[in-house]
């Protein structure tokens, strides 16, 4: 069975071949993430590979059943991955169903997840629901309203955040926010291209030409110290 959203299988294969890129990503979040590691939205495991690879003990996770059976190939007999779930933020009845689960984490991170999902608000708040007391939420998602293109349409993005919106959240569900930041500040050419030329697919061509300028994106970082950025990630304590 294919994933509901083909449009996003699409781009996580195309990203899968981005090695660099990947790994900047997971050695950006890596220095926050300890204990017991719940990763939601793991698709086909992008990320999961360098935390199954470094030997954290993590449980990944995924609403979609072609996902799931990805993961379960890729990572089912890994003995640090100490489960593969079925987890759905969006459930009406969460509490209920994700009992068994409640105060269980010491690090939850969702990359690129929290804008397929209407009710963000209540995402956050199911997330701390699974949280351990003392422990830590890692969010990445697209940054700036006036970079929403067509192709955040078609990968089924309800929005795109600003710093402001995250720490929002964030105070709602009374977390304390340990750092907030832009990443990816050379990304923002790319997804301007993609605008302007109403792209509808991460091109695989051009992917892979971007992933050879990870190390200049590194940099680029570094200089504007992370006050701009394709993405916008927030870490927080419960």
Known sequence: MNPANNTG???LEVISKADRFNRWIYDTIRPYCHGNILE????IGNISSFFVQDHFQISLSDVDDYYLQTLKSKYGTSSNVEGILLLDLEHGDFENVYEGKQNSFDTIFLLN?????KDDNKAVQNCKYLLKNGGTLIILVPAYSWLYAHLDKTLSHYRRYSLRNLKRLFSRQQLTVRAHFYFNGIGIIAWSYAKIFRLSAVPATEMRMYDTLVPFGKLIDKIVLGKIGLSAIIIGDK
């Open 9 to 11: 299988q699409q781009t």
């Open 40 to 43: 939601v939205g793991s698709g």
């Open 113 to 117: 997840v929290l804008e397929h999902i």
